[in-house]
Nanobody, 123 residues
Framework: QVQLVESGGGSVQAGGSLRLSCAAS?????IGWFRQAPGKEREGFGT???????SSADSVKGRFTISKDNAKNTLILRMNSLKPEDTAMYYC????????????????????WGQGTQVTVSS
């Protein structure tokens, strides 16, 4: 079992920045971020594997950076140049498989989920 706890959400104006964290109870091979906007499907947008290989969606490339503090088993998401369309509930998710550690992997591949943290970007 792996427990995931997100923190760092909040409200910010467009163009602003936020930093989210996801503390994992132990090291795990694949960990990443999903988000779900009101009325939309939950979508993955970034993952990082235990060998530090990352995968990011085009919608966040150049604005969001995913990294991991291995000593603390903490996933970090730095979000810059935020847009109103980034408004969503952000979830941390993880699985123990070497493969399917990509942002486009199906939700079913991820067996562990955090409770989510809200990010609101106003125009």
């Amino acid at each position: 079992q792996v427990q995931l706890v997100e923190s760092g959400g909040g409200s910010v104006q467009a163009g602003g920045s936020l930093r989210l964290s996801c503390a994992a109870s132990r090291n795990i091979i694949c960990i990443g971020w999903f988000r779900q906007a009101p009325g939309k499907e939950r979508e993955g947008f970034g993952t990082i594997r235990s060998d530090s290989r990352t995968s990011s969606a085009d919608s966040v490339k150049g604005r969001f950076t995913i990294s991991k503090d291995n000593a603390k088993n903490t996933l970090i998401l730095r979000m810059n140049s935020l847009k109103p369309e980034d408004t969503a509930m952000y979830y941390c998710a993880a699985h123990g498989t070497w493969f399917q550690c990509q942002f486009a992997a199906p939700r079913s591949a991820f067996g562990y989920w955090g409770q989510g943290t809200q990010v609101t970007v106003s125009s």
